[in-house]
């Protein structure tokens, strides 16, 4: 059987923060943040509102708008950096709290990359026979791990939430993947509790975000032009065959240099950037869903997703819309 997207779902918190807001503690600006970053606004997670209620809200989203019976939803794959909880794992929160009593539950933990993981090992479980009904959820609460006192970081991070449900089908619309990491790069951003050494390089043990902007910068607008390359030839297409790109929404920077070194127009790329901020495993479901309800995403365009981010990581896919 093949691996077919049947729904989407999506949530993000109520609280919107605008650029002005970082005015008051840090030396920064509206228009800095905006010509630097692209983010005009994001959103922060209450505090007593977590990663998981995040991904029930975005499930129970793509359940009502497709009229999307989840009871019988064979695995679970959650993609976060913000579990709740190191264990149990959301997955077994999520399989308890949507009263999914039969699926199997995987957590995920490849930061932006992570939804594209999901996408990948959720086309290769039904491609076995051994799945049918797999939910996929990208979520996080980056806001609870933001260093507030970093002001080229935490102008960044926001909350949000992103799923889908990948069915077995006699005909798919998840093309052929790539999915990889290059763990030299680890120590240029990383999430710690414990004062140990990634790649021989002390690190701050003080579950907040620590990003080497500059570093990351350089190896996604390098390495992931590869990538987007590699995934259109691995899938037999040309560029002018992606109707669009729709890459993890860290920096608009990163994404119209990526646009330029490959030669696709940035105007046919997605982003969620400018609403909802840097929200790691969600930004690429939340960028999709929002351009599927505004009509953009028509059936039959193609889609090339991709998500690189802390590990390093990356992972990509072309998926022909169908919903």
């Known amino acids: ?51 998981s209620d995040l991904s029930v809200a975005a499930v129970r989203d793509l359940a009502k708008r497709y009229n999307k019976d989840i009871s019988d939803v064979d695995f679970i794959l959650v993609a976060t950096v913000t579990h709740d909880q190191i264990m149990p794992s959301m997955g077994t929160q999520l399989q308890y709290r949507l009263n999914i009593p039969n699926a199997a539950a995987l957590d995920i933990s490849a930061a932006c990359a992570g939804f594209g993981y999901g996408i990948t090992l959720a086309r290769s479980l039904i491609h076995s026979g051994m799945y049918r009904k797999i ?63 990634v790649n021989g390089t002390p690190i701050k043990a003080n579950n907040k975000i620590v990003q080497n902007g500059r570093a990351v910068f350089r190896w996604a607008v390098t390495r992931m032009s590869e990538i987007f390359e590699a995934i259109v030839e691995k899938n037999g297409l040309r560029k002018e065959d992606i109707d669009w790109f729709i890459p993890h929404s860290a920096n608009m920077r990163i994404i119209e240099a990526i646009c330029q070194r490959v030669g696709f127009p940035v105007e046919k790329s997605l982003e969620s950037l400018s609403r909802y901020g840097n929200t790691s495993s969600a930004s690429i479901p939340l960028a999709l869903d929002e351009a599927v309800r505004a009509g953009k995403v028509k059936k039959g365009d193609k889609l090339l997703l991709l998500g690189f981010g802390g590990g390093l990581t990356y992972a990509g896919t072309v998926i022909e819309w169908g919903i």
Not at 3 to 14: D, L, S, V
Not at 15 to 29: A, G, W
Not at 32 to 49: K, V
Not at 145 to 173: H, M, P, Q, W, Y
Request: with cysteine; net charge negative; hydrophobic share 35%.
């Open 135 to 197: 939910l996929v959820i990208g979520a996080e609460t980056l806001t609870k791990v933001t260093d507030f006192k970093d002001r080229t970081s935490c102008i960044l991070f926001g909350d949000g939430a992103g799923a889908i449900l990948i069915e077995a089908a006699e005909n798919g619309n998840i093309g052929e993947c790539i999915a990889g990491a290059e763990g030299s790069g680890g120590q240029d951003l990383y999430l710690s509790t414990q004062a140990t050494q």
């Open 1 to 51: 059987m093949e691996a077919k997207i049947t729904a989407i779902g999506t949530y993000a918190p109520e609280k919107v923060i605008d650029n002005h807001y970082f005015e008051s503690f840090i030396e920064t600006s509206d228009e800095w943040i905006r010509s630097r970053t692209g983010i005009i606004e994001r959103r922060f997670s209450a505090e007593d509102e977590y990663t």
